[in-house]
């Protein structure tokens, strides 16, 4: 199963399904920044993988202190703002 690094698994993504992507990979992936640059290729600027590659970071939800950050906060994709509420009250 691939998940990306915003913590969704790809098997339940469109793009996947449709075969526009082959599926995602953790930040800190060999192969994230190809990945990466492919996406931005075609116009689909992934903000959560891009602050993944560049902070190191395997997947958002679970390896970030900031989760949920600004780049979930002021999106669309890929959580409901109910969704963020809940993982800040879980942190405490």
């Known amino acids: 199963m691939k998940v990306g690094a915003c913590g969704v698994c790809c098997e339940v993504c469109l793009m996947f399904t449709k075969g526009v992507c082959k ?6 992936d060999e192969i994230a920044p190809k ?3 492919k996406l931005e290729k075609m116009g689909l600027l992934c903000p959560a993988l891009k602050c993944a590659v560049d902070t190191k970071i ?13 780049t979930y906060e002021k999106g669309e994709f890929p959580y409901s ?12």
Not at 81 to 92: H, I, N, T
């Open 58 to 70: 395997g997947f958002c939800p679970k390896d970030c202190d900031k989760f949920p950050c600004e």
């Open 81 to 92: 703002q109910r969704f963020l509420a809940v993982q800040k009250a879980m942190k405490g």
């Open 23 to 28: 599926g995602c990979c953790a930040g800190i």
């Open 35 to 37: 990945r990466l640059e």
